[in-house]
């Protein structure tokens, strides 16, 4: 048995989605289907789901493609791709049980290397406020759906240096009130995050951070992080930076000369 919806459209709340659907073999389905769905903005998004979403909020226009086959009780999506705003999306799927209780999945997904400004233009808070830069990530999970481990987790960041009115911009205010003194700015920053998690450990197997000259390299272990008091084992340290470095984005140290080095470690539970 086979069958094919070449052109599918379906309209709701002001949005069309458009796609077309492949089903073959009736006794263990094998389902392709490739959807796109155009660019929403916050009152169309408001029709569809009223209440439920932040206020002005807008998606860009996307597609999503993925095959599946169902084997009773076995689902599995060997390939799915989801591309919005310059980011793509790939990775596969398979839950083991879906008639289970709590179902359990494993999951792998990654994205390319894609520049914020897409993704920034979602959120009133990033939108239009010269966010720039370029991101990438990998993950994978499995185990119950309530209850995962993530052996992958990795993240790189890439963030052109924001100026003292910008990082203001992105930054809430209270009353009028600016959060941060006059005049202090972000260099260009590089984030590179490699983490996993088993049950209720989270092991920081690689964090890196630079902004301008700064370097910094955080590595550990945060126990219990479901419950009021994880419990912290960290270390963090730098290299060697001069206080010049800060001179572009901290007024008031422009003649201010040396350098400066740390090694910190904490341990025990974060309330304390």
């Known amino acids: 048995m086979q069958s094919e919806v070449k052109k599918l459209s379906l309209q709701t709340g002001g949005a069309t989605v458009t796609g077309a659907l492949k089903f073959q073999n009736a006794s263990a389905p094998i389902l392709e289907g490739e959807f796109q769905t155009p660019a929403l903005d916050s009152k169309t ?6 209440g439920a979403l932040p206020e002005g909020l807008r998606l860009p226009a996307a597609s999503f493609s993925f095959s599946a086959q169902f084997r009773p009780p076995a689902l599995s999506i060997p390939s799915f791709r989801f591309e919005a705003a310059g980011m793509t999306v790939t990775g596969k799927l398979s839950v083991p049980d879906v008639n289970a209780k709590t179902p359990r999945l494993i999951l792998e997904a990654g994205s390319n290397s894609f520049e914020l400004s897409g993704p920034a233009d979602i959120l009133p808070l990033t939108r239009g406020k010269g966010l720039s830069g370029k991101a990438s990530f990998k993950a994978a999970a499995k185990g119950p759906v309530d209850a995962l481990d993530i052996p992958v987790l990795e993240l790189h960041l890439e963030l052109a240096a924001l100026s003292p009115e910008t990082l203001l911009a992105l930054l809430p205010v209270e009353k009028g009130k600016s959060p941060l003194p006059a005049g202090i700015g972000l260099p260009a920053s590089l984030l590179d995050f490699s983490a996993s998690k088993s049950g209720n450990t989270v092991d920081l197997k690689n964090v890196s951070v630079s902004a301008g000259d700064m370097r910094a390299r955080i590595s550990g272990r945060v126990c219990a992080v479901d419950s009021k008091a994880p419990s912290l084992r960290l270390t963090l ?36």
Do not use: M, R
């Open 45 to 50: 998004l408001a029709a569809l789901a009223p």
């Open 237 to 272: 340290d730098t290299d060697s930076i001069t206080f010049t470095s800060f001179a572009s984005f901290l007024p008031g140290i422009t003649n201010l000369q040396g350098k400066a080095q740390l090694h910190a470690a904490v341990a025990g539970p974060a309330t304390e």
